[in-house]
Every structure is written in structure tokens, then in C-alpha cells.
T-cell receptor
Framework: GAVVSQHPSRVICKSGTSVKIECRSL??????MFWYRQFPKQSLMLMATSNEGSKATYEQGVEKDKFLINHASLTLSTLTVTSAHPEDSSFYIC?????????????FGPGTRLLVL | DAKTTQPPSMDCAEGRAANLPCNHSTISGNEYVYWYRQIHSQGPQYIIHGLKNNETNEMASLIITEDRKSSTLILPHATLRDTAVYYC??????????FGKGITLSVRP
């Protein structure tokens, strides 16, 4: 299957700082990527849809000014958690949509574990 | 959007087939069924997807009933590394994936 990478794999930061997470599709181009968040013992929750060359669309309850998304190329989307607080500590996972004709499949990155102190 | 229901958990013996069921009774004619799994502390891994025909790849087989209201993911020879949460998902029209609780498969030695 196609490969999606994320960087960093884990990050610890102080409260009030900003953290940027990168999501890359390594062997395919993705006009659409998705960002999820997963708290312990819970399932993945979709945060936003990242569209190459246009604004991201956010799910209800997700603050767009706090979670900044940039999808500047067909292989890279970034999520910046601004002014991070301890409650933002979570496992952040991206996926990239691979379209082959009428078939499409989302491939996921390995996740980024964020700990805000 | 078609919802899916899965039992919360099941286990099987190593080397035996694991048959994971999923109900998707409200699926429409052009909606696919996708299966992913998540091993602890990793991102979800794509397994397989199908529309109405049975599908097989190097990881698993997907059996879809004729009325398409349910499907079964089959891992033919389960190993300890197959212990994971398995998600059966019918994407929405805008490709969004909604992850439910999935089914936790425990493979015992």
C-alpha cells in the first residue's frame, strides 16, 4: 500500500507554545488529506479536511484558529497546534486520499504523540 | 451516511482463521465497505475494501453478502501480530471516514 509519513513522531512542549506536525504522502499525490485526534481508549475523531491549494474545512467543535492547517503541495499538509495547553495532549494522526480512477483509498500516517506540559 | 455495527470483541487461536463480522444494513448501492485496523499506538492500517464482489488480497479476504447489508473480514491464519482493533467503515459522500469503536481481536497463542 501507499506510504504516509508524519513528523515528528512524538513531541513534548510547554503550555502556550505552538507545535507543527507534518504529514507527507511519499509515493502518491494527495489533493485531500485528513487530520484526526485520538484520546486514550477512544476512537479516532476527524478534526478537519485539508485541501491542496484551498482552505481546510473543520469539523464541528474544532477551532480553526487554534488548529492551523496548510496544504501547500500535493504531498504535504501541516497541522499547527497554536498556544498548546495540556488538554491538547493527544495522538494526532493524518491520512492522505489516494485516488486511482474511480477507486480511492485513505492511507494513514503513523501518528504524532503530543504532550503539553 | 451508512452506519456500521460490529461486536465489541472476539478472540481466536493463533493459526486459525479469524472471521470478523460487520453489519451495514443502510448501505446504498454505490457505497464501498472499507476495513482498517489499528495496532496499539500506531496509525490505522488499510486492509481491504469492496463493493459487492468478494475481494482478496495478501492480508485478508472480504466476503460481502448478496444484499450487501453485512460483510465478513477473514484473516485466514491469524498470528499474534494480528491482535488489533478492526474497523469496518462506509465512507460518506465526501470521503470522510467515521471510526466507531471497532472490534477488538485478540489472538491467543
Amino acid at each position: 500500500g501507499a506510504v504516509v509519513s508524519q513528523h515528528p513522531s512524538r513531541v513534548i512542549c510547554k503550555s502556550g507554545t505552538s507545535v507543527k506536525i507534518e504529514c507527507r504522502s511519499l509515493d502518491f499525490q494527495a489533493t485531500t488529506m485528513f487530520w484526526y485526534r485520538q484520546f486514550p481508549k477512544q476512537s479516532l475523531m476527524l478534526m478537519a479536511t485539508s485541501n491542496e491549494g484551498s482552505k481546510a474545512t473543520y469539523e464541528q467543535g474544532v477551532e480553526k484558529d487554534k488548529f492551523l492547517i496548510n496544504h501547500a503541495s500535493l504531498t504535504l499538509s501541516t497541522l499547527t497546534v497554536t498556544s498548546a495547553h495540556p488538554e491538547d495532549s493527544s495522538f494526532y494522526i493524518c491520512s492522505a486520499r489516494d485516488v486511482q480512477g474511480i477507486m480511492e483509498t485513505q492511507y494513514f500516517g503513523p501518528g504524532t504523540r503530543l504532550l503539553v506540559l | 451516511d451508512a452506519k456500521t455495527t460490529q461486536p465489541p470483541s472476539m478472540d481466536c487461536a493463533e493459526g486459525r482463521a479469524a472471521n470478523l463480522p460487520c453489519n451495514h444494513s443502510t448501505i446504498s448501492g454505490n457505497e464501498y465497505v472499507y476495513w482498517y485496523r489499528q495496532i496499539h499506538s500506531q496509525g490505522p492500517q488499510y486492509i481491504i475494501h469492496g463493493l459487492k464482489n468478494n475481494e482478496t488480497n495478501e492480508m485478508a479476504s472480504l466476503i460481502i453478502t448478496e444484499d450487501r447489508k453485512s460483510s465478513t473480514l477473514i484473516l485466514p491464519h491469524a498470528t499474534l501480530r494480528d491482535t488489533a482493533v478492526y474497523y469496518c467503515i462506509v465512507p460518506s459522500a465526501n470521503s470522510k471516514l467515521t471510526f466507531g469503536k471497532g472490534i477488538t481481536l485478540s489472538v491467543r497463542p
